[in-house]
T-cell receptor, first 116, second 111 residues
Framework: AQKITQTQPGMFVQEKEAVTLDCTYDTSDPSYGLFWYKQPSSGEMIFLIYQGSYDQQNATEGRYSLNFQKARKSANLVISASQLGDSAMYFCAMREGYSSASKIIFGSGTRLSIRP | DAGITQSPRHKVTETGTPVTLRCHQTENHRYMYWYRQDPGHGLRLIHYSYGVKDTDKGEVSDGYSVSRSKTEDFLLTLESATSSQTSVYFC??????????FGQGTRLTVV
């Protein structure tokens, strides 16, 4: 069954340090996509980065990169040079396959706090 | 920004009353989703739709029903609201591409 696990409920990181947010997933479908979203205190969901299961290289978007380890079924988010504005909830999500009924499920999230 | 609107944005209702939340999109996306967000649980999928009149249950569908009679609208109905359904509800839309766009959320309080 499709499942996303985020094992870090909360993290504190010093400003300008790099941070890794963990995400593991479970699926039997060889075709899937992995997402990361940011939710600041204002509540909106902000898309950060996407990795397809057949993508050969790790996805990157500015300071965000996704460390995709397919054999380990992990899709960790790496934020380089953290900033105070990075303080937020972060959610990992997955969509299985390309069937007509394609749902997206989320992990429980990690609350990241950046210390000045 | 993706054209997705949720209404109402805030609602207080009494236990036992029916409630309908609306998600409206202007992007002509095929997939639409309803999630609820509660502390410690992240976003949990309630129902989703993969086309007009094509819907399926998610992880926490009990007590909820949905309808999609046209591409742009996806309605979530609580037939008889309970206090356990107090939550923030998010609608999302997507195609098969790498993004899903979210509405701004509806804060529902059942008293």
């Amino acid at each position: 069954a499709q499942k996303i696990t985020q094992t870090q409920p909360g993290m504190f990181v010093q400003e300008k340090e790099a941070v890794t947010l963990d995400c593991t997933y479970d699926t039997s479908d060889p075709s899937y996509g992995l997402f990361w979203y940011k939710q600041p205190s204002s509540g909106e969901m902000i898309f950060l980065i996407y990795q397809g299961s057949y993508d050969q290289q790790n996805a990157t978007e500015g300071r965000y990169s996704l460390n995709f380890q397919k054999a380990r079924k992990s899709a960790n988010l790496v934020i380089s040079a953290s900033q105070l504005g990075d303080s937020a909830m972060y959610f990992c999500a997955m969509r299985e396959g390309y069937s007509s009924a394609s749902k997206i499920i989320f992990g429980s999230g990690t609350r990241l706090s950046i210390r000045p | 920004d993706a054209g997705i609107t949720q209404s109402p944005r805030h609602k207080v209702t009494e236990t036992g009353t029916p409630v309908t939340l609306r998600c409206h999109q202007t992007e002509n996306h095929r997939y639409m989703y309803w999630y609820r967000q509660d502390p410690g649980h992240g976003l949990r999928l309630i129902h989703y739709s993969y086309g007009v009149k094509d819907t399926d249950k998610g992880e926490v569908s009990d007590g909820y029903s949905v309808s999609r009679s046209k591409t742009e609208d996806f309605l979530l109905t609580l037939e008889s609201a309970t206090s356990s359904q107090t939550s923030v509800y998010f609608c999302a839309i997507s195609e098969r591409g790498p993004e899903a766009f979210f509405g701004q959320g509806t804060r529902l309080t059942v008293v």
